[in-house]
Structures are given as structure tokens and as C-alpha cells.
């Protein structure tokens, strides 16, 4: 986001853009500088996700991650594959469904992946192709 905002004299905390000014005349000329800012970049990456005029997508470089990632060997590699699948939930309907058994083998006393945990893997990174949006389950039935 830093970059995105560079050279305009805002405050970026975390995911806050502090925009103030002088007066009022300063303050709506640094807002407008940043509302152009955003709409020249068309999308803003921010902690992940990118922020775009058609809503909140996956970084790329996040699902790209998991779309090239080997299979897991051990269970810290798996932890590590549902913390990023955590990570990108919102965008992935029905994950609970899709990664149920690699939730089961990373709660098991011995690691050993098989056949079911191949495809669940699979169908995971298969969701992580398509073009993604955010899901808001409510709308599902629409």
C-alpha cells in the first residue's frame, strides 16, 4: 500500500490512509490526489488481497503460492498449507468441505498422506484457479 501511495503526504497505518490537511482546501486537494491515485492503479495490494474497482480479490502471488506448492511432506508443511488456505477462506467457497480430510491428517498422531488427501489437494488448487472474488455465502443462492 505504500507503494501505491507514494509521494502524496498521507499517514498509512496498518490498513488506515490518514489524509489530513492545513485547512480544508489542503485536506479535499490530498483526498483527491489519493481517490486518483487508487483509480489510476486499478487495484492496491494490501495484506494479501488486492483492492480493486470490482471488489476484494486473492493476491495473486498468495494463490500462486498454493498452486505451485509440492504436496506436503510432513505435518508442519501441511500447517503450513491451512494457515495460507485460512488465509485466502473468504475467497473459496465451501473449503471447509473441500480441505476436511487434510484437517483430519494434521490432527492425526501419524502423518501419512494419501490418495483422499491427493485429491482434496487437487480440487483446493483447482478452486485457487478460477477467478476469484470475494464469496459472501449469503449471496450463494442468488
Known sequence: MEEAFENLNLGLIVDDIVICGADDSEY???LKAALERAREKNSIPYFGHLLTSEGIKPDPEKTRAITEMPPPENSEQLQKLLGMLNYLSRYIPNLSSLNKSLRG???????KWKPAHKKAFSKIKSALCSNL???????ENM
Open 133 to 139: 472474488a470475494y464469496f459472501d455465502p449469503k449471496c
Open 28 to 30: 479535499d486537494e490530498r
Open 105 to 111: 491428517l494434521a490432527r492425526a498422531d501419524k502423518y
